[in-house]
């Protein structure tokens, strides 16, 4: 449309916008025509062909051979055509010509074309454009097919190095439930504020909880917050531009945030803005305030296994490099971490479903009763309260500086992200940021003294957490193992209620013997609290079971010795 109405090219960006600039469009062939011929062959500009044609030579995949034949094609339209010169038989790049692409019909009709007056390149122009596409397609064709040949090399490759670059592709069919498909939402396609609206009425109640006192608390508690980290740092913080280079330096990717930098353009930047911006921030940390700027979140909306969103938060890169250049936290996390905790550095999700499997399976063999139990808190992040959280950062004296500052952004105003669409912000009063690189060492603080305590007081039926996954597991004598459980189970409610958090009636009981968590189950029915049983469950990913699991080399003997006998039979008769 911009072509056709003859729009100058140093004048396109006010109507497309820098970051949505088609690349292409430097080099078709309406930009070094004349404006007579923009005006006379605005079926060029129409259709977009060309212009897709020259923009396949910058296809990294297409052959060196290729990319030479389309760029030849690009130039002939450009300077053979708009010059109105004769095709000469020899035009070619290389071994491949032109000529060798199309049919002798086409050639002709081409070869003619240059010849015509430019008065009548419209009488013939559908022929050109069937003409166009034609070798798009063959182009396109050849491309797709180098495009086989190199993945097919790419493949073979990685597999003689070990495969290990191959698990991104082996994994995306198993993670593409967190795409959400947006075709299927009616109101986004017709929409998108009445669908962002439904979003905005479904969480804010639970980031904005309508509690005068609540909002009372919290700005008493964060002005002292302020205060007391502003009087604690004020000589000993500095942050300079080492440690914006460090922390853009092992950034690993460029997801934008509301400041709309990425980990890329600070790398890039001269020597004398790193300084003028690590200044600006250290300026930040002395007085424990968050810029205005920065206080804006940006929550994408992703799938569930289960069905249903979430949202994971996008924060402003300036918030997040600083804290991968602090190291304030990480050293009180290596100090805090209790042992029940099996998330945090070099441990594993893996290993710890693994090592519970490792014992449902050895008390397999046993006489002894064994009970796991995996509980389920509703909205977990989006629950957590933050009078509760500060104070308990504060006994546990977490870094105050980072804890300020954290609080200050997570409770900055949030957007909904839907399909690239915004809602609009919401003020929020309750629930930590998922996505924010402190957010798993904030439900540490929350977790760690009642944990503790559980262990303490019910060491046969000890919580194990990985960040809000918990599980207990007891074995001994029948009745002594449901005893054990269900007051250990009995004070984690009590924990919960106390931290306000509410269980889900996702949570799963399993034992060695079926009846046994049916009994449990309805004790904890007496209390108002309910559990599903199973015979296995999913622990972090990983399948659980107490069932005995069938033995796989008698199976695979079983299985050759009936296919022999099959054979045996079919020999003798």
């Not at 109405?5 to 970051?19: F, M």
């Not at 430019?118 to 069937?130: D, P, S, T, V, Y």
């Not at 296995?536 to 009936?562: E, M, Q, S, Y």
Request: hydrophobic share 40%; glycine share 6%; charged share 25%.
């Amino acid at each position: 449309m911009l072509f056709v109405a003859e729009v100058p090219q140093d004048q396109l960006r006010k109507y497309i916008g820098r970051s949505q600039f088609p690349v292409f469009t430097k080099d078709v062939a309406a930009d070094k025509a004349t404006p007579h011929f923009v005006a006379r062959s605005d079926l060029l500009c129409r259709s977009g062909t060309v212009k897709n044609l020259i923009a396949l030579a910058a296809v990294d995949k297409c052959s060196k051979k290729k990319q030479a034949v389309i760029k030849a094609f690009g130039n002939y339209i450009n300077n053979k055509i708009l010059a109105t010169s004769v095709v000469e038989d020899d035009t070619h790049i290389g071994s491949v010509s032109i000529k060798d692409m199309l049919s002798e019909d086409d050639w002709l009709m081409l070869s003619g074309m240059c010849v015509s007056s430019l008065a009548n390149i419209k009488l013939i122009g559908f022929r050109f454009n069937e003409l166009l596409d034609s070798l798009a397609k063959k182009l396109a064709s050849a491309i797709a097919f180098a495009s086989r040949q190199q993945w097919k090399e790419y493949v073979g490759k990685c597999f003689a190095k070990g495969g290990g670059k191959m698990f991104s592709y082996v994994s995306k069919e198993n993670k593409a439930f967190l795409n959400i498909d947006n075709d299927h939402l009616h109101a986004l396609v017709h929409s998108p504020d009445l669908h962002l609206a439904s979003q905005v009425r479904e969480w804010e109640p639970r980031w904005h909880l309508n509690n005068q006192e609540l909002n009372k608390t919290l700005n008493k508690i964060l002005r002292q917050l302020v205060d007391t980290a502003a009087s604690a740092n004020k000589d000993s913080v500095v942050f300079d531009s080492h440690m914006l280079e460090a922390g853009a330096a092992r950034y690993p990717n460029d997801t934008k945030g509301g400041d709309k930098w990425t980990g890329t353009e600070v790398r890039a930047l001269p020597i004398e803005s790193k300084v003028r911006i690590s200044k600006a921030i250290n300026s930040s940390h002395i007085k424990a305030v968050q810029p205005l700027q920065n206080l804006i979140n940006l929550n994408a909306m992703l799938g569930k296994p289960g069905g249903g969103a979430r949202t994971i938060c996008k924060t402003p890169m300036l918030y997040r490099l600083p804290l991968r250049a602090r190291g304030d936290v990480a050293d009180w996390e290596e100090l805090m971490t209790g042992d029940f905790d099996t998330a945090g550095k070099g441990k594993s999700a893996l290993v710890a479903a693994a090592y519970r499997n490792l014992k449902a399976e050895v008390y397999n063999f046993t006489e002894d009763q064994v009970i796991a139990t995996f509980h389920d808190f509703e909205k977990f992040f989006d629950s957590i309260h933050l009078p509760t959280l500060i104070q308990n950062a504060i006994d546990l004296d977490f870094p105050i500086l980072d804890l300020a500052l954290t609080i200050m952004q997570h409770m900055a105003p949030r957007i909904i992200q839907c399909a690239g669409f915004c809602s609009k912000p919401i003020i929020t009063n309750n629930s930590i940021l998922a996505g924010c690189k402190h957010s798993v060492a904030l439900t540490r603080v929350f977790f760690l003294s009642g944990m503790q305590s559980l262990k303490i007081h019910h060491p046969l039926a000890p919580p194990e957490l990985y960040v809000d996954d918990t599980a207990m597991f007891t074995y001994g004598k029948n009745e002594d193992s449901i005893r054990n459980m269900f007051n250990a189970i009995a004070d984690f409610v009590v924990l919960t209620k106390e931290l306000h958090l509410k269980l889900s009636h996702k949570g799963t009981i399993v034992s060695k013997i079926p009846q046994a968590a049916k009994t449990l189950q309805k004790l904890l029915q007496a209390q108002g609290v309910h559990y599903q049983v199973a015979e296995h469950t999913r622990d972090l990913g990983v399948n659980f079971t107490l069932k005995k699991k069938p033995c796989i080399r008698r199976a695979i003997a079983t299985k050759r010795l009936k296919t022999l006998q099959a054979h045996l039979r079919k020999w003798h008769s």
